[in-house]
């Protein structure tokens, strides 16, 4: 199994540009969830998915947007890049929110 | 949103000692887990516990699943040089799909 896999490794945008992280599973999890990780915060939780064709937002959603069409991805969509973005992507997936396994993050810079 | 303190901050040790850290809710968790980052790479699980008074261990590892179930604590023993990183608790609140992570916890060992 290769696990969690995300894509890019590291990603730096303009302000305004859009782009797509992708996150990918191959343990058949259903439960995939989109932290950021930025100095002295710890990880927060953007978006959250129980299952294929359900989202939902975690704790700081905004400016960011997610889908969930087959239990193995989960990309996450930045609609409008701004610099308050910039930080590490964690995506995470489980059989439930208990024990989550964590793919190798996308470092994002927003200049 | 809901805040784990996870303390201390940082701890700088020397190689063979051993190591205490917590982390502490205002409220009641159902699920306590203890994680570890390398530098550059996604948290990986290290413990979990389930219920009020568990003890568990992993190797060197210790945690505990605090009574008040508002707390936790992880334990080192005989700290070698691979312990190095950011040691993270995260909760989860009964009826909660979302994991609350603390802020970490980062471990040096002087040469």
């Known amino acids: 199994n290769a696990g969690v896999t995300q894509t890019p490794k590291f990603q730096v945008l303009k302000t305004g540009q859009s782009m797509t992280l992708q996150c990918a599973q191959d343990?058949?999890?259903?439960?995939m969830s989109w932290y950021r990780q930025d100095p002295g915060m710890g990880l927060r939780l953007i978006h959250y998915?129980?299952?294929?064709?359900?989202?939902d937002q975690g704790e700081v959603p905004n400016g960011y947007n997610v889908s969930r069409s087959t239990t193995e991805d989960f990309p996450l969509r930045l609609l409008s890049a701004a610099p308050s973005q910039t930080s590490v992507y964690f995506c995470a997936s489980s059989y439930s929110p208990h024990e989550q396994y964590f793919g190798p993050g996308t470092r994002l810079t927003v200049t | 949103g809901q805040q784990l303190n996870q303390s201390p901050q940082s701890m700088f040790i020397q190689e063979g000692e051993d190591v205490s850290m917590n982390c502490t809710s205002s409220?009641?968790?159902?699920?306590w887990l203890w994680y570890k980052q390398d530098p550059g790479e996604g948290p990986v699980l290290l413990i979990a516990l389930y219920k009020a008074g568990e003890l568990t261990s992993n190797g060197r590892l210790t945690a505990q699943f605090g009574i008040t179930r508002k707390d936790s604590f992880l334990n080192i023993s005989a700290s070698i040089p691979s312990d190095v990183g950011i040691y993270f608790c995260?909760?989860?609140?009964?009826?909660?799909?979302?994991?609350?992570f603390g802020t970490g916890t980062r471990l040096t060992i002087i040469p």
């Open positions: 995260a909760g989860r609140m009964e009826g909660n799909e979302k994991l609350t």
């Open positions: 343990m058949n999890h259903e439960y």
């Open positions: 998915s129980v299952g294929a064709g359900i989202t």
């Open positions: 409220s009641i968790f159902n699920t």
